[in-house]
């Protein structure tokens, strides 16, 4: 009698760090498991062994900025019954998306002797401007734990419980008073999806908003508060929106609201 196959897992690499897929060799002991009930299909990051599609579950990291990347990410979907975007990069086109406020074109010329060569797309753009993304794994980088979540979950067959509240809720849990009320700091922690486990303010810092914008974020309330309340000067929150996920639309749109501020 032919043996069932194990479920095939395949990570794939865009324009990223590799933070996301480290996160993953992060798991240790935990990846023993998982490996011991997938077969890792395709994940140059660990090993060299490649194996055609297709794929049960394909983790994609990284951000899609040229035209091969585009092709690229097609055929990949089209090998893979589920496809997960992991990281800020893929899920909001990661600091890279940094040049999608500006002219690519200059700065090709600045940094490259011979920029005709350079074959770009005018932006960095996240995974699910391409392709049907079937979860969304935010981060930067992600947490194992919830990684690992999101992998048992396709691989029994339901639906990843990954926290939409924001960063406060964290706070709130394991007792942090609020940096913004107890202190006056900015911080990014009300429009911030959870997952860090509030890990800056635990440390008298504010949010940085690593794990992206949480479901409905009020962006215009907090920057308006930064402005008003704390004395935040406008440049500083246009600044504080454009870092890990300047391309996610609520960060962008309530940045572009700043975009005069230069100095």
């Known amino acids: 009698m032919a043996t069932k196959r194990k479920p095939r897992l ?30 890792i299909a395709y994940f140059l990051e ?15 990291e990284g951000s899609i900025t040229t035209p091969g990347d585009a092709e690229r990410i097609r055929e990949i979907r089209e090998a893979s019954k589920f496809l997960v975007a992991i990281g800020a990069c893929a899920t909001a086109g990661g600091i890279q998306a940094l040049r999608n406020f500006a002219d690519v074109k200059e700065f090709a010329a600045a940094v490259y002797a011979r920029p005709e060569v350079i074959d770009t797309l005018k932006r960095s753009s996240p995974i699910a401007e391409h392709v049907f993304v079937d979860f969304e794994l935010r981060g930067c980088p992600i947490s194992k ?21 924001s960063v406060c809720m964290e706070c709130k849990m394991r007792g942090t008073p609020c940096v913004m009320v107890a202190a006056g700091i900015a911080c990014l922690g009300p429009v911030t999806q959870a997952g860090c486990g509030a890990l800056c303010p635990a440390y008298g810092r504010g949010c940085y908003a690593c794990f992206g914008p949480m ?19 406008p440049i500083d929150i246009k600044r504080a929106l454009r870092t890990y996920n300047a391309g996610s639309e609520s960060f962008r749109k309530e940045s572009e609201a700043y975009e005069y501020a230069d100095h």
């Not at 048992?152 to 509240?165: C, D, V, W």
Request: glycine share 8%.
């Open 215 to 233: 479901e409905t974020p009020n962006t215009t309330a907090l920057a308006a508060w930064w402005r008003d309340e704390l004395g935040v000067e």
């Open 46 to 60: 660990a090993s060299r062994a490649v194996m055609e599609g297709p794929y049960d579950v394909s983790l994609v």
């Open 145 to 165: 734990h919830q990684l690992l979540e999101v992998v048992g979950a396709y691989l029994t067959g339901r639906k990843p419980n990954i926290p939409t509240h």
């Open 10 to 39: 395949a990570v794939w690499k865009f324009a990223s760090c590799d933070g996301c897929q480290l996160s993953l060799l992060d798991c240790e002991h935990e990846l023993l498991a998982v490996t011991g009930q997938v077969e």
